[in-house]
């Protein structure tokens, strides 16, 4: 899964002001207008000219379109009060809750704009799962992303979803035999996803189309997706799952080993794979990742106990 934004444009900072100020209610109000008009060249009309220079007209309206607007159609944004300077707005979207930071010149143009995931105070802390986890799948399957540090998993530069997961099949070197740009060519697609632990299902996102491969889905992230809540509080996210192939819905029961989707490559996807991770709420956006160990596998034909999977290691679970 790409990186999930959290976007600094350009900030020059108001000081001095405990309310709102007229001004800054009237940018939110045509902010928000605008960007539910999908009028991003409207929004970027609304800069100052350093922010224009920090972010040129082709480059905001690439970055609305592609890392924005998958959140939806915003609701709402609420005057919360005053940070860094600027005005702070819990705004919500279709899909989650952000902040909105902006501010604005004396000329009424926006000169200060950050976007960032809204996460409400003391929500609980995950540093690992103590749940005993096996492998989300039946088969010998490869790491292309995974570890603890960026060299090995990319994903731990955003703490969203650091020590994330990204999941294949491989065969001498590829991940897929025939026609690259079918879905069915690659080794993984179709493949069932088994529950790793007993859990209650959360979260359910269905009938998201799987992409053609290289091809990619922003406005919807994760695709279909299966969010996994452990007796511990613990949350098993599942994304990028194959359409019309969920078996299960919110509330339901699940014991480890149950088949409950099949891979697919949905979402901001580029090819087939599974995007696994722990979280420590069922919110992927006010998550924040945790270390996810499975109980004891096979890892590159060697039993390892209470692992955590590393980039090109090649794993499955311990037949019994």
């Known amino acids: 899964m790409k990186k999930v934004i959290t976007i600094l444009i350009y900030l020059l900072f108001a000081t001095g002001f405990s309310q709102e100020r007229e001004d800054h209610a009237l940018m939110a109000n045509k902010f928000m207008s605008l960007y539910n008009a999908d009028d991003y060249e409207g929004i970027f009309n609304t800069f100052d000219d350093n922010m224009k220079n920090a972010l040129p007209k082709e480059k905001a309206i690439a970055f609305f379109k592609g890392n924005v607007s998958p959140l939806g159609k915003l609701k709402s944004m609420e005057f919360t009060g005053i940070e ?85 099949m491989a065969e001498n070197g590829s991940s897929h035999k025939g026609d690259p740009k079918k879905n069915e060519s690659y080794f993984v697609f179709g493949k069932d996803i088994i529950a790793p632990c007993d859990g209650k299902i959360v979260k359910v996102v269905k009938g998201v189309h799987d992409n053609i491969p290289g091809e990619m889905n922003p406005k919807d992230l994760t695709g279909n997706t299966l969010v996994l809540e452990t007796d511990k509080k613990e949350y098993v996210l599942f994304a990028h799952l194959k359409q019309n192939s969920i078996l299960v819905k919110e509330g339901e029961m699940v014991k480890q080993g149950q088949t409950i989707a099949q891979c697919g490559n949905s979402g901001n996807s580029t090819e087939a794979h599974l995007h696994l991770q722990l979280q420590n709420v069922p919110d992927f956006f006010q998550a924040t990742g945790a270390k996810l160990f499975f109980d004891e596998i096979m890892v590159n034909g060697q039993i390892k106990k209470d692992y955590i999977p590393v980039k090109e290691d090649f794993i499955q679970n311990i037949k019994k």
């Open 84 to 168: 860094q300077g600027t005005h702070l707005y819990k705004s919500t979207f279709d899909q989650t809750v952000f902040d909105i930071l902006l501010s604005v010149n004396d000329s009424n143009q926006m000169n200060g704009l950050l976007i960032k995931p809204h996460k409400p105070k003391n929500l609980p802390t995950l540093d690992r799962n103590t749940t005993k986890m096996i492998l989300p799948f039946k088969e010998k399957w490869f790491v292309f992303w995974g570890g603890t540090t960026v060299e090995q998993n990319y994903h731990m530069a955003q703490e969203v979803q650091q020590y994330a997961y990204d999941l294949m």
